[in-house]
C-alpha cells in the first residue's frame, strides 16, 4: 500500500489555479460533449487533486474540508460542470472510505479509480444468496460515463415486508447508461441516467443508510482519520456549495474582463465603469459573494473542527450546514444574476462565460439537496422545535 504525504492547501490551491486556463479554453467543447474532455480528465488525474478524498494508503491526500472547497472553488473559475464533477467524485471517493477495507481495495486496485455515486434510493434490491439482486434505475449521475465504480442509493426489500435504505458500491460496467443528460445548465457534468438491471452485489459491497447517515461506517482502517470520523451529509453538502462560490467568483471575474471599454448602447455612458448604476452592481454582487464565502467557510470550520472529534453532533449543528448551503447557493446566484444583468446584450453569445455561469448557478440552485427554500424550511423547522422532515441531515 502506498502511503502519501498530504500536499499543503497552498501547493493543491496553486494546482487549481494552474488547471484554470485549460477548464477555460474547453468550457465550450465541455458544454457541447456534455462531460469532461480527456484532455481535462487526465489534466485533473496528473494534478492529483483528484486524489483530496483518498485514504492515504492509496495514495490519496485525505485533504481536510477547507482545502477541498478551497480548490473545487477555484476550479469553478475555469468551468462550473468541471468543478461539479470534481466535487461528486471527491464526496463518491469519501463515502468508499466507509465500506469494509476490503472493498476498498478491490476498487483501488484500478490506478487512479474515480468513483461517482447518487444518494437518492431510486433501486430496488432484494436477498439471494451471498449478497443482493438490483434493478431499477439513477438519474443526475454526474460522471457516470467517466467513472469506474458507483457508490449509489437503493432500497432493500425485507421478506417481513419491511424496506431498508442501503448504499452499494457496483462497476460502472455493470450498469447501463442512458445519455439522456440534454439540459440548459451544468451541461458538461454528464449527469446521465444508470439502470441496474438484475445487477448482483455481493454482501460485503452494502451498507445500510441508516448508519451511515448517523456517522457510523465499517471502514477499520479509516476509524481514525479526521476526514472519516465526520459525518455525511454535512461533507456532502459543504463539499458541492464550493462550486456554487466559485461560480459567483467567476462571474465577477468575467464582469471585470469585459468592462474596459465598453458603453451602455442607448445612454449616453461611453464608458459603464464610469455609471454610478454599475459601482452599486458590482458593489452588490461583491457583497453576496462575500456572504457565500462566509457561510461557505463556517461549514468548513465546522467539519474540520468537529469533525475529528468524538463529538456527537447535534440536529442543529447537522441542519445549520444544511442552511449554510442553501445560503451560498442563494447568494452566489444573487450575485452571479446581477452581474448578468450588467453585462448587456452582446453577453448572449456562447462564447462569452456570464451567460453559462449565470445556466450553471440557476442548475445548482435547482438542486433538490442545494435548493434555498427547502433547506430555509428544514433549518426554521429546527428552531421552531420541531423534528426535521427529511432523513438527509
Known sequence: MEHTETPSRAELLRRAKELVPLLQKNALRTEEERRLPEDTVEALTKSGLLKMRIPKRYGGYES???TVMDVLAELAKGDGSTSWTVAVWAISSWMLGLFP??????????????????????????????????????????????????????????PNGEFEPIMIAIPSSDLMIVDDWHTAGLRGSGSVTSIAQDVFVPQERVLSMGPVLAGQHRSVLNAD?????????????????????????????????????????????ENQAEAPLTHLQVAEATTKIDEAEFHANRMADLIDTLGPTDHEWTIEERARVRLDMGAVAQRAKE????????SGGSSIYQSVPIQRIERDVQ?????AIMHPNTNLELYGRILCGLEPNTHYI
Not at 231 to 244: E, G, I, K, L
Request: glycine share 6%; charged share 15%.
Open 64 to 66: 481536510d474540508m477547507g
Open 225 to 269: 482519520s479526521p476526514i472519516f470520523k465526520a459525518p455525511f451529509m454535512p461533507t456532502a453538502c459543504a463539499t458541492v456549495s464550493a462550486t456554487a462560490l466559485g461560480l459567483a467568483k467567476a462571474a465577477k471575474d468575467a464582469f471585470f474582463e469585459r468592462l474596459p471599454g465598453r458603453k451602455i448602447t442607448y445612454t449616453s455612458y
Open 363 to 367: 442548475t445548482l440552485n435547482l438542486h
Open 101 to 158: 477495507d476490503e472493498v476498498q481495495d478491490e476498487v483501488h486496485s484500478t490506478p487512479d479509480v474515480r468513483v461517482c455515486g447518487i444518494l437518492s434510493p431510486t433501486a430496488m434490491a432484494k436477498s439471494v444468496d451471498g449478497g443482493l439482486v438490483v434493478n431499477g434505475k439513477w438519474s443526475f449521475n454526474t460522471g457516470a460515463q467517466q467513472s469506474h465504480w458507483n457508490t449509489n442509493a437503493a432500497v432493500l426489500a425485507h
Open 335 to 342: 450575485a452571479v444574476d446581477i452581474l448578468n444583468t450588467a
